[in-house]
């Protein structure tokens, strides 16, 4: 069975109420939750607070899911939501950007360059931004998913690129993954 199968069959599972599956689904996911955590609320501890906070939710409403195969960008929206609930009650200081992990493919100067770039994003462009290159999620994907249209999402994508470009001094983040 290959991975796509089996990720589709623990999903459905966990449908169905199979606590082991959706243990499994968390397990399998965490890191990249916490990551996405992390991109936007800047810190450790509020990052694991919302990625507890999405995994309650999660499986306490796991029948809404549509599509099995849309799992992650369901669980991921429900973490946005969380994220922006622990920003409106943050207070803004001025050395939370020297606690960004670093990953393993960029120096840390670069790392810390993103995500202070990332932060100063229209939150449009950055959502849609964190979909498309973190989580690779498609463009007709992150069109559903936040309610906009497919024509938007490449706007969106183009202007972010842009602007991310501009703060990071001509660097141009995205060229890896083409849009089209």
Request: aromatic content about 8%; hydrophobic content about 40%.
């Amino acid at each position: 069975m290959d991975l796509r199968n089996e990720h589709t069959t623990l999903v459905r599972r966990a449908m169905k109420h199979d606590e082991a599956a959706f243990e499994q689904l968390v397990l399998l996911h965490s890191e990249q939750l916490y990551r996405t955590a992390y991109l936007y609320v800047k810190n450790e501890h509020d990052a694991l607070d919302v990625v507890q906070e999405t995994v309650y939710k999660a499986f306490i409403s796991i029948e809404q899911v549509k599509e099995p195969k849309h799992f992650v960008t369901w669980i991921t929206k429900i973490l946005i939501r969380n994220c922006y609930r622990v920003l409106e009650k943050q207070q803004p200081t001025d050395d939370i950007l020297l606690h960004v992990p670093v990953q393993e493919d960029q120096s840390r100067d670069e790392h810390l360059d993103l995500v202070h770039a990332l932060s100063h994003l229209r939150k449009e462009y950055r959502d849609v931004l964190v979909l498309f290159y973190f989580h690779d999620i498609p463009m007709k994907e992150i069109a559903s998913f936040i309610g906009i249209t497919l024509n938007t999402v490449k706007t969106y994508l183009k202007r972010g690129r842009e602007e991310l470009k501009i703060q990071l001094g001509g660097m141009d983040y995205g060229t890896a993954r083409s849009t089209e």
